[in-house]
């Protein structure tokens, strides 16, 4: 009888050199604007070759896996094409270099290089300071929720109202639906803007307890609530970082309980606070089938714990 052919091993499932093999070729496009600016004037095949071997060089440096195993894992078709590059690149063969290594960051006119554990680090684009870096924070939390609005703009009603069935987010919330998420964040913003304003801003004598929340809202309300007042708050925080009031503290003295909270206390709880809803708001829109925006949910190593998110 004839024999059958010996069946062929599945396919090993892409690894991190092949994740990364489709962020180079996908540079251009959208929402890798950056990267593609910061490594311009490098060939996408000099930028893999160059960050793979980075990586390759750092796990040499931090682990004690096989060299032959680390070849394998950052793409290099064999071992000998590996070490020729190796040395090429950094002086010395792979052996010679984990005896007695140095940086393994190669030279770069980019000045764009791996980074620890899966990841790239990017130049500055300009010199940022305390101010500059509050500012942008806010800026980037008030961006977030008009995405996540701007998503949620066609999701029905239903899906809208849907609860979760995982968690109930916040004291004002209401059973953990999109639009409760959505509406919080919003409510989030109005508030904290109410309290940074200046008296004669016309904000600044209002109670932020006044400002209600409006569950019930449709999406296009939210968004044209956020828009009325998400710079209104980025100036005010703008306007006390550089004149150097953050540290300025409010306090409730005519409470029953007295609260002390300076406005930087305010922006980081802004900041934290909000975070949930915004994960809740993520999680539900997937649940519609409308993905989130980049960044709503944290980083992927962040949101999902320790060694998740690497291969080693």
């Known amino acids: 009888m004839p024999t059958s052919p010996p069946l062929l091993p599945p396919p090993a499932p892409p690894g991190p050199a092949d994740h990364f093999t489709a962020f180079v070729a996908a540079l251009s496009d959208p929402g890798h604007e950056r990267v593609a600016r910061a490594v311009a004037g490098e060939s996408p095949s000099r930028l893999r070759g160059r960050i793979l071997l980075e990586r390759a060089a750092h796990l040499a440096l931090t682990t004690d896996r096989p060299l032959h195993d680390i070849a394998v894992e950052c793409g290099f078709p064999s071992y000998e094409v590996f070490a020729r590059a190796f040395r090429r690149e950094l002086g010395a063969l792979p052996a010679a270099w984990r ?174 606070l909000s975070v949930p809803h915004r994960r809740l708001a993520a999680t539900r829109l997937q649940a519609a089938g409308v993905a989130d925006p980049d960044g709503a949910a944290g980083p992927h190593w962040l949101a999902t714990g320790p060694r998740e998110a690497i291969s080693r």
Not at 170 to 199: I, K, N, P
Not at 241 to 255: K, M, N, Q, Y
């Open 99 to 272: 005896a007695e290594p140095t940086s393994y960051v190669i030279d770069s006119p980019t000045e764009v290089h791996f980074h620890p554990p899966a990841g790239l680090r990017l130049p500055a684009r300009h010199r940022t300071d305390g101010v500059d870096l509050v500012v942008a924070m806010v800026e980037q939390h008030v961006g977030l929720v008009g995405e996540l609005l701007d998503r949620a703009r066609d999701v029905p009603d239903e899906d809208l109202d849907e609860p979760s069935t995982g968690e109930v987010v916040g004291e004002v919330g209401s059973a953990g639906t999109l639009r409760s998420a959505l509406a919080h964040l919003v409510w989030q913003v109005e508030a904290c803007a109410v309290v940074l304003a200046d008296g004669d801003d016309g904000d600044g004598d209002r109670d932020p307890r006044d400002v209600a929340v409006a569950r019930g809202a449709s999406v296009a309300t939210l968004r044209e609530r956020l828009d009325r007042v998400g710079a209104d708050l980025a100036r005010a925080v703008e306007r006390l970082a550089a004149t150097g009031r953050l540290d300025e503290a409010l306090v409730e003295a005519f409470s029953p309980r007295p609260r002390t909270t300076s406005h930087a206390d305010l922006v980081v709880h802004l900041l934290t």
